[in-house]
């Protein structure tokens, strides 16, 4: 039995359905995507996905030397969105929550000891867990991941085996060792040669979109980069204002101009919905060779906003009104309720799933059903937003610093005061109040798990 047969039979068991049939006429039996009246008709769905992007890295989040033309085209085409937040502010967490739209705390991919997967990590996305592309194959979607995956690198963790029909790229950060590259389940590089990472992985990407221009397709475009080492190819290197930490999000903005041009080629521009994102914020502590959080406060590591809330960029041309900004609350975590609804498939309903369905936000049609916003690291619940007001519990900035208790926790009214600077607390006893009830709530809803980050590598797998 393939392993789609497994995806298939393991996703039916999880929503509740014992065989295909229920499925009438492809679509879940009683399930109406919330789309606000548009017919999905099975889009394409593209997530790209840069790599410890500042929220102020881009030109069209007010970068003033980086220039993102593409990125900028596809925001004056699309939507761009100013509450959007990853669900951690570092790598393998943030990767997990993205894909199968739950909190890291709630699928074992987060610890408190080990934040990310490494190259001696025995661990990966537990099989229990469903992936989007598992979800979407159930539809018959082509699947591709092209990029870093960081969820495993063990055979049985890899993107070949979580619902994608193919993979390639590095199967974890490119600062770790011997950062391979690979095509499917093989090693084809080692160490992958990384100035031409985004070029090639640009081309795979590409050839993927023609070969199934007329079949639904589901892309993950996981870039490597801006993540240090910092690699640009020939092209690009020297070429920005903003030294090479700029070379690289410009090629990455060529990368993005490139799928829409292929796109626009093929007549799949009203076909498909194109999201650009990053997986946590700027890695702060590398100075020139990382990134901006703009006017936000903190960067990666940090529950900070800056740590979390990203530029985000959507783009479906006739469905999504052009040059709007949306300011709803949202995240990486609605991306899998968003696509389940956009493909006409039932969400699981035998597990807690914590993203909502994102349309209303992406399409302008309505409010943002999304409230509330909670903030990890590792296991440790360290802030809540609810509405415009955030609560941290405890800050840390991280590398160096030490954790800080508050108590009462520091309260921020974070559309008056993006940056977080000042505290009134003391001022909105009730909102506070109001908040630590909502935090209670959620922790009655979490259950223990197993730490795949802190699973060590079989002996035989050294
Ligand atoms: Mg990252």
């Known amino acids: ?22 499925f009438v006429s492809g679509r879940v039996s009683g399930f109406q995507p919330q789309t606000g009246g548009i017919a999905p008709d099975n889009p394409n769905i593209i997530i790209i996905f840069a790599d410890d992007l500042g929220y102020g890295d881009l030109g069209c989040f007010g970068h003033p030397t980086i220039h993102t033309p593409n990125l900028d085209r596809m925001a004056a085409e699309g939507v761009k969105l100013t509450q959007f ?25 987060c610890s408190d000891r080990r934040r990310v997967l490494f190259p001696n990590s025995g661990g990966g996305l537990p099989p229990t867990e469903i992936t989007i592309a598992q979800a979407l194959k159930t539809r018959g979607y ?51 040669n ?6 090639r992985y640009t081309g795979r990407a590409i050839r993927f979109i023609e070969r199934n221009k007329n079949k639904p397709f589901f892309l993950y475009f996981a870039h490597t980069f801006p993540h240090i080492p910092l690699f640009a190819s020939e092209k690009f290197k020297g070429k920005s204002l903003r030294g090479l930490y700029g070379d690289v999000v410009e090629e990455l903005d060529w990368s993005v101009g490139q799928i829409l041009s292929v796109l626009r080629k093929h007549s799949l521009a009203e076909k498909t919905l194109v999201l650009f994102t990053s997986d946590n914020g700027p890695w702060l502590v590398m100075k020139l060779r990382g990134g901006s959080a703009g006017l936000l406060r903190g960067g990666k590591g940090s529950t900070w906003e800056g740590g979390m809330r990203e ?4 783009w479906w041309p006739g469905k999504i009104p052009a040059g709007t900004v949306g ?14 609804a956009l493909a006409g498939v039932k969400a699981p309903s035998d597990r807690v799933i914590d993203g909502v369905d994102m349309l209303p936000v992406l399409l302008g049609t309505g409010k943002s059903q999304r409230n509330l916003m909670f903030y990890y690291r590792g296991t440790r619940l360290m802030a809540a937003r609810k509405g415009p007001w955030k609560a941290h519990l405890i800050t840390w900035a991280g590398y160096g610093d030490k954790p800080h208790k508050h108590d009462p926790p520091l309260l921020f009214h974070l559309e008056h005061d993006p940056s977080e600077k000042y505290d009134v607390a003391k001022r909105h006893p009730n909102v506070l109040a109001d908040i630590m009830k909502e935090i209670e709530h959620h922790r009655g809803t979490l259950k223990p798990v197993k730490s795949q980050l802190e699973v060590p590598l079989p002996k035989n797998k050294t």
């Open 1 to 22: 039995m393939s392993t789609h047969d497994y995806s298939r039979r393991d996703f039916l068991k999880s929503v509740g359905l014992g065989a295909a049939g229920l």
């Open 85 to 109: 937040y990853s669900a951690s502010s570092v790598c393998t967490p943030s990767r997990a929550a993205l894909l199968t739209g739950r909190l890291p705390i709630r699928s074992g991919m």
């Open 142 to 192: 082509a699947t591709a991941c092209v990029g870093k995956w960081h969820l495993g690198h063990l055979p049985q963790y890899l993107p070949t085996r979580r619902g994608f029909d193919e993979y390639f790229g590095i199967p974890y950060s490119n600062d770790m060792k011997p950062c391979p590259l690979m095509d499917n389940e093989k090693v084809i590089e080692e160490p992958a």
């Open 194 to 199: 990384q100035a031409t990472l985004t070029k």
């Open 311 to 314: 530029p985000c960029v959507a």
């Open 327 to 340: 300011n709803g609350l949202s995240g990486t975590i609605d991306v899998f309720p968003t696509c389940l």
